[in-house]
Structure formats: structure tokens, C-alpha cells
């Protein structure tokens, strides 16, 4: 017997968020990707770990390069024509440092934040 998930009514489905910034940080790299939050789909991402960025950082790990990473899924994203998406912070990521530097990137680079 298979148990279908309910569907979500129409009226509710058009104030959800559909495009969800999440951002991940190690001790070498810089990640970040928008997710299509109704498919599970990643619509774009960044990464400190892409060769195409790498040989232009002097760091892979620092807030300049967030930024580039910020800047670069922003253009990313008006290319797939993606205008706005909301952000996701885990509890313990505060608007703070990398964080600040990517979301600040993107903003310059014309993305709205829900």
C-alpha cells in the first residue's frame, strides 16, 4: 500500500518560498546553492572548489572569497532568470563574516531577499 504526501491547496502554494539560499563553510572551501524548494532540485550553486575559480582566489576560504562565491551564484542566478530567493541560516550561522559577505554579494549583484 503506497501513502501518498498530502498536496498542498493552491492558495497556500503561492506564499510558500519557492528558492532557498543555503550556504556551507569548511576550512578550506566556500559553497553555496539555491535549492527549488516544491522539486528538491539545486537551480544553481557556487563553490570555492571549481577549478575555473580557484587559480583567480589568493584563498579558497576567506570572506573575499565568499564574496566572488556570492557575486558569481548572483549572476548564475539572472541567467536562469531567478530574481529573488529567501535565505536559510542554521543555528549556528549568524549574519556575521562570510555569511554577510555572501548575502551582501548578492544583493549588489541585483537578487532580491525574501
Known amino acids: 500500500m503506497v501513502i ?3 498536496v498542498k491547496p493552491e492558495r497556500l502554494a503561492k506564499y510558500l518560498k519557492p528558492y532557498v539560499l543555503k550556504m556551507h563553510f569548511t576550512n578550506k572551501f566556500v559553497s553555496a546553492q539555491v535549492i527549488h524548494s516544491p522539486t528538491a532540485t539545486v537551480a544553481s550553486a557556487a563553490s570555492s572548489q571549481e577549478k575555473a575559480l580557484r587559480s583567480s ?4 576560504r576567506d570572506v573575499a572569497a565568499a564574496a566572488k ?3 558569481i551564484l548572483g549572476e548564475r542566478l539572472l541567467l536562469k532568470d531567478i530574481p529573488a ?3 536559510f541560516l542554521k543555528r549556528e550561522q ?3 563574516g562570510k555569511v554577510r559577505a555572501v548575502i551582501d554579494s548578492l544583493r549588489e549583484a541585483g537578487i532580491k531577499l525574501i
Open 85 to 87: 530567493v529567501s535565505v
Open 4 to 6: 501518498f504526501p498530502p
Open 57 to 60: 582566489m589568493e584563498s579558497t
Open 69 to 71: 562565491i556570492g557575486k
Open 94 to 96: 549568524k549574519y556575521h
